[in-house]
């Protein structure tokens, strides 16, 4: 599914909609900060709202000057890989055009091993659903051949992908914050013993 061209084509800076565990998703390299620009302006998204990064393993989260407690790292380990997609705080100016001022980054663990074995080889990826700001996200390669046309590289076509979005939560001095309900249900608990299970 995913190929060499692919990889290659995100390491020099490309664009692309690739199916993710989730939904379809429009996805750069996060090393490149012209084509997360680029994600921007095709999708047409807030300048102010960080995306979602897809990761292949938590010590990638040193990349990305992200400080975890061991509590935290351990919580992590019972919700990825999988749909909970996780804020958490980061301050490096360096890395603005990824926080985009918030203060804090979204990563995600997918829960797809083509999937994992890929980012392992193109390293991080932002990774928005693949729909303009305020549409409907695509479940089929046409519909979002329909959203962006040629202002993408590639598109790689997963079949008909109907999950609902990744859960998405605040971690942070130990405790966790539900901010998007999705395809995992988390109950809050300030002392970190939160219980997680797989919505029907």
């Known amino acids: ?3 060499k061209d692919i990889v290659q084509s995100l390491k020099k800076g490309g664009v692309g909609v ?3 565990d989730t939904l379809y998703g429009i996805v750069a390299s996060t090393l490149n900060p012209e084509s997360v620009e680029r ?19 938590i010590p990638e989260l040193e990349k990305f000057s992200v400080s975890l407690s061991q ?5 992590l380990e019972t ?22 001022g918030t203060g804090y980054l979204v990563f995600r663990i997918p829960d797809s091993v083509p999937l994992l074995t890929f980012l392992r080889e193109t390293g991080p990826l932002i ?7 305020g549409e409907k996200p695509a479940e089929t390669i046409a519909e979002a ?10 598109y790689v076509d997963g ?7 990744s859960t998405i939560v605040r971690l942070e001095r130990d405790e966790v914050e539900v901010i998007r309900a999705g395809a995992v249900e988390i109950r809050e608990d300030k002392k970190m013993t939160t219980e997680i299970g797989c919505q029907i």
């Not at 994600?39 to 393993?57: E, S």
Request: net charge positive; proline share 7%; glycine share 6%.
């Open 39 to 57: 994600v921007y302006t095709i999708r047409n998204r807030d300048a102010d709202k960080a995306c979602i990064i897809l990761i292949a393993d």
């Open 79 to 100: 919700v990825w890989p999988g749909k909970v997609s996780v804020m958490l705080p980061c301050t490096d100016e360096k890395l603005y055009c990824l926080t985009r």
């Open 71 to 75: 509590k935290e790292v351990v919580w």
């Open 159 to 165: 079949g008909v992908l109907q999950s609902k979005p």
């Open 145 to 154: 051949r329909n959203h962006f046309g040629a202002a993408v590289d590639f």
């Open 127 to 133: 990774a928005p659903s693949a729909n303009m700001q």
């Open 1 to 3: 599914m995913f190929g």
């Open 18 to 20: 690739i199916p993710t």
